[in-house]
């Protein structure tokens, strides 16, 4: 499942964040790339330990955590710490698949990946090529959204970003490891809770969503393995 979650941070937020990431401390974005992929990885990427990339990622974690279709739709048990990224002058990432799991830096805390997540930082007019490309069961799909919002999809997707042939697209992204290891149960779960949510503002007071809502969490219950 592929899921667009819009206004992670607000207008106001994204441009004093932008400005931060502009005149922050880039690198060769190979330092985090597995052997295959740092073949086909031309990016620059922000240090794990950075003071400036560990400060926005717990804002971004702690409002994502706050977020009810982030929460419904990943579950998540934990997450891989975000990273950031910056893609300018031809810079691009080749179509690859992310590791499977992921220790996390100075520790001895290991993410399995299921669910990856690019939060964008910089606006579509802004640059030019850079969309995100992820092979879907139901075809290509290419990602650009607007500066604040999220794509969440599956981490066994193959997925790369098209070169950026004029300005830069900064963004975000992580792993988590989610409560549901399996998308297609997952999935259902996201369904099941949105058509609830949805009953409940329509008909509130139907005796039938007693038992329907008893439902979500018995299966929840069943499918949690981590
Ligand atoms: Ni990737």
Known sequence: MLLHVPQV??????????????????????????????????????????????????????????????????????????????YTAGGHFGFHVDNAVRQVRNSAERVRTDLSSTLFFSDPDEYDGGELVIEDTYGSQRIKLPAGDLVLYPSTSIHKVEPVTRGARFASFFWTQSLVREDAQRALLFEMDQAIQSLTRDVPDHPALVRLTGNYPSLLRRWVAV
């Not at 052997?35 to 990622?57: C, F, M, V």
Request: proline share 6%.
């Open 9 to 86: 941070f607000t207008r106001d937020e994204v441009r004093r964040i932008r400005q931060a990431l502009e005149e922050a401390d880039w690198q060769d974005g190979r330092i985090t790339a597995g052997y295959q992929s740092a073949q086909t990885k031309h990016n620059l990427q922000l240090a794990e330990d950075d003071p400036l990339a560990r400060e926005i990622s717990e804002a971004m974690l702690a409002r994502l955590w706050q977020h009810p279709l982030f929460m419904s739709a990943a579950l998540p048990h934990k997450v891989f710490p975000p990273l950031f990224n910056c």
